[in-house]
């Protein structure tokens, strides 16, 4: 065994892995690449206590975050995706659902629940990048959909954590309407002024972007996270030149008006807890 | 000068002989009727034929062909009266997505579609069909201005996606796709949605959230194109047949998942064949559909976009 857990930048180490870590381990940054105690690293909510680098993590993270003792009732855990195209690229999608399941040990790419956060009703939905790249498909919109519905007969307010390479390709046209879906729950939500705070973790692109990710009443995000519409890759073939550097990272579209402010993860469930104090 | 494409050619011979045969007996005053009218049925047949046996790909090409109607031809063939209204009043005028008044037969409505052009720089300035995020906005304007004077909603749908540009990013592109699916579900007026061409991702969508969704027949409606669903899932370019028979994009088949809410039928061998065919056929459609929409009461016509757009998708609970 390796006396570092060697990470490379963008690639995701199961957050169960980490979990189970014993102490006595050490953690690499991949951006600074100073090393420091697994504890310290989980108890700085995964960043590094020397560059501010936010490691990707999970829906297990956030919700035992924000969520007072980790305490919190998950809605509509055992939906799973069906395959109404019967879609196959290089890998039936059947098949390919099971093989990730397996592999995250989660039933697709968001989890939903509510619970107290500083005694404060909330309700959660955040995705997991580990499930297919965070792909929508129609689960991913289904439990959104339902969680909102939650919020809004229960006026508690809603927390959307987005981490997403966007649309599921496998479920087509049935991906592209849980843009609809999802938006038509949130303007209900709304319309009832219920708040909705979206926070914006990296990655978050594609059709997550162009619809529940930039609804919020306040969108908000954490350092350096890359949000877009059209991928990077997409964009640099558009226009055939490389892009600028912190092109679409959070502080550049900060920049650009379309998020409220920035959080360091560590910070957010007392930054959180104050804003919906003010509004309520 | 007719463009054919390559499962069209078989009828293009058939049609220069028919075109020949024509000029002959015009020039020679020579009474040639029952041949060109034998001739005029072969093609007929054969059109038949070939269009009873499209492949999804076949579909995508007839939805891109050049001489297909565009928003523009449609205003001209249906419009009694049309007044352009440009501009966002933000940044510019995206000339990707065209909006304006329309008068039909005594019916006026705000008619809003993409547009892309029909010679090297007519594409150029329509940007393809290709909207910014000025296009976006001017469209939930517009619509706005439709609301506030009760006016209903017609939108048209042609693009190959949102302009995935520098610029478009800077000024939120996502953020005004968003902004316009949240918009148009609580719309007072009735709001009808017709795919015209191609329906690619969220730049269909952020002007399709609709009472009525349809889609002409030889139109394609998904969440990506077919040739970028190849290259990342197959990665190569090489796949765009299978691709598009994998996502299942067509009117037929959006409709039978029921993702749209009809199909609007073209003329035999497409709509590029008859745009006046084309556009008598959904000028009928969309004075049909506001009268139907009409009759319902704007919270349960809200209500009811609502309930659909909700119903969509397949899970296992
Ligand atoms: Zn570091």
Redesign the pocket.
Known sequence: MSWFIRKEKGINTPTEMKREAPDGLWYQ?P??K?ITPTREHKQNAFT?P????HEKVGSDVYFNLLFDDNEFVELDANLTSGDPLHFVDTKAYPDRIKSTMQKTGLNDAVRTGYGKMNELDLVIACMDFNFIGGSMGSVVGEKIARAISYALEHKVPFLMISKSGGARMMEAGFSLMQMAKTSARLAQLSEAKVPYISLLTDPTTGGVTASYAMLGDFNISEPEALIGFAGPRVIRETIGKDLPKGFQSAEFVLEHGFLDFIVDRKDLKDKLTSLLSMIS | MRTYLDFEKPMAELERKLEEMKTLAKENNVDFSDAISLLEGNITNLRKEIFENLTRWQRVQLSRHPDRPYTLDYIELICDEFIELHGDRQVRDDPAIIGGLANVGGQSFMLIGQQKGRNTKQRQHRNFGMPNPEGYRKALRLMKLAEKFNKPIVTLIDTPGAFPGMEAEERGQGEAIARNLKEMFMLKVPVICIVIGEGASGGALGIAIGDRVLMLENTWYSVISPENCSAILWRSWDFKEQAAEAMKITAKDMKKNKLIDGIISEPLGGAHLDHNWMAEELKRVILENIKELAAIGDQDRIDQRIDKFCAMGVVVE
């Open positions: 940054c951006n600074c100073k590094c020397h560059c501010n680098y």
